[in-house]
């Protein structure tokens, strides 16, 4: 039997630990400092182009209009500068390209490849080109300007560093016609000409300035959003349906968290019952997750609203993947692997069952896998939020089911669908479901809509996974996952502890 692939603990080079700043400096949220890391990037790849193309469109105008000049063949100091220019911006290209930069220094970064770019422009204009076109001594609009406006609009930095840098930028067209002045017959007059020919650089630096003023307050607004009780929200690590989950640190202690929130324009919804579908799921989880200790359940560490309104659930931070991914990438996994899956998610339910509790949306990507401590593969249920209780009653029908408005078509058990009263039997026919897919890669039933694969689930018998695979099965494991897969609740196994036990019995010969 080849030996099973363990999924483990993912590698960062960013220290998750938490970092309190006080509130005059309050950190941008990562995941937006990233973001203009990849913009920074993209500008300095259209810097490279538009330096290439520059030169090479002067030749090409020089050769048109004057063809018997030589100089359209020749190599000048315009186009030194600008292919030194290109390889600055080919360099800066490829060393945000080729790993995880820290993005504060990005953005330091970005500031001094602007100063970089005005220079090259400036003495491309002031010098490299004074001996073929006197230039007069009167105001004159650059580029100089334009890439500062774009910088600040890109590179999201404090106003008092986009003002040292932008004063330092929006000097170089004079500094260029200074060395024009200093290394040949270039003339502008008192030195204060050189600033006062380009004084239109220093209003677009005022208003650089203000732009950056705009797009630090607005991160800082995001990053003040994001802090939830004693924890600060990071990068998002998913989107649902109804909510979305960051990445959290707290602020005392190292340990670091996922954050799920009810997404604002839920909660904003015209439709009531939307936003109080969305709001009894969140409390259900939250309630659900309370009371649940099982080490294969997705830990809670806290539950709140915020001064704005916002719904949040503090949960566990997991490494690895879930099985909808890990199938999705390697393909159907091992006899022996689905095994030990399947048991561990039975200890969930379980403890869950026990307490009167159905989970109702037990599916792959609702099963993580990772490393806790020094245990690979190591399995937590999540996504309590349609847990219901066997003792109350049942709304569901086949028409909101179809609707998605509770469980998921390919993973619903019949009675689910029927909108009959639930019990934990429901949980194991959708676990019936997920060992399926695990075993052979693909559904139990596929339609070609929610209602066509609940209907299938409803009135058709499945094939077993044996026909649907290349792969050996255990008679006792196909066995047990079909009668998961039976139409009537009373001809599955009996209980969660019934299947876990029945697994363990099961002989590994085959794989």
């Known amino acids: ?26 950190r941008l949220p990562e995941d937006l400092l990233r973001q203009a890391t990849h913009r920074v990037g993209i500008m300095a790849l259209v810097a490279a182009t538009l330096w290439t193309l520059a030169p090479l469109l002067g030749h090409l105008a020089l050769y048109l209009t004057e063809p018997g000049d030589i100089r359209w063949a020749q190599f000048s100091r315009v186009d030194a500068i600008a292919l030194s220019c290109v390889i600055t911006s080919i360099l800066l290209y490829v060393y945000l390209r080729t790993g995880q930069r820290n993005p504060e220094f990005v953005m330091d970064l970005a500031l001094g490849y602007m100063v970089a770019m005005c220079f090259g422009y400036g003495v491309l204009v002031h010098w490299a080109q004074s001996w073929l076109t006197p230039i007069d001594v009167e105001p004159m609009i650059t580029w100089t300007g334009p ?20 004063l330092v930028a929006a ?35 005022g208003a650089a300035v203000v732009i950056s003023a705009v797009v630090t307050r607005l991160g800082q607004q995001v990053s003040r959003e994001r802090e939830m009780g ?39 919804s015209s439709d009531d ?10 409390r259900r989880e939250a309630e659900a997750a309370a009371k649940l200790r099982s080490p294969h359940t997705v830990e809670l560490y806290d539950f709140g609203v915020t001064e704005e309104g916002t719904l949040y659930l503090v949960m566990e931070l997991l490494e690895g993947l879930n099985l909808e991914h890990l199938v999705r990438r390697d393909g159907p996994l091992s006899p022996s692997r689905v095994i030990h899956i399947l048991g561990q998610v039975c200890e969930s339910l379980q403890e869950a069952h026990s ?62 669908a029927h909108g009959l009263q639930v ?38 018998a499945p094939e077993p996974p044996s026909r649907r695979t290349t792969r050996a099965i255990p008679e006792e494991l196909e066995a047990l996952v079909l009668e998961c897969l039976a139409k009537q609740p009373e001809d599955r196994p009996s209980s969660a502890a019934d299947v876990s036990r029945r697994l363990a019995e099961i002989p590994l010969s085959v794989g």
């Open 230 to 268: 004693s924890y600060r929200l990071g990068e998002v690590l998913g989107r649902g349906g109804m909510g979305e989950v960051y990445r959290a640190s707290h602020r005392m202690l190292a340990r670091p968290a996922a954050i799920k929130l009810i997404r604002a324009e839920v909660l904003a």
């Open 171 to 205: 000097s170089m067209d004079s500094i260029g016609m200074i060395v024009a002045h200093a290394t040949g017959p270039y003339q502008f007059g008192p030195l204060r000409n050189a600033f006062l020919m380009h004084y239109p650089n220093y209003l677009m630096l």
């Open 355 to 416: 307490l009167g509790l159905v989970h109702r949306d037990i599916k792959p990507a609702n099963i993580h896998l990772g490393r806790v401590g020094l245990r690979e593969d190591f399995v937590k249920v999540l996504d309590f939020g349609l847990v219901r209780s066997t003792t109350g009653p049942s709304a569901e029908s086949l028409s909101n089911a179809a609707g998605m408005a509770a469980g998921t078509p390919a993973y619903m058990a019949p009675e689910m």
């Open 147 to 166: 890439i500062i406006l774009i910088t600040a609009g890109i590179v999201p930095v404090n106003p008092r560093r986009m003002l040292v840098a932008g």
């Open 423 to 460: 019990d934990g039997r429901a949980d194991l026919y959708s676990l019936g479901c997920v060992a399926y897919f695990l075993l052979t890669g693909h559904l139990v039933f596929e339609g070609d809509t929610p209602l066509q694969t609940i209907l299938q689930h409803l009135q058709n």
């Open 1 to 26: 039997m080849p030996s099973p692939k363990l999924i483990g603990r993912l590698t960062r080079e960013a220290s998750s630990e938490p970092r309190t700043l006080p509130s005059r400096a309050r």
């Open 273 to 282: 019952t939307l936003t109080q579908t969305a709001v009894a799921r969140f």
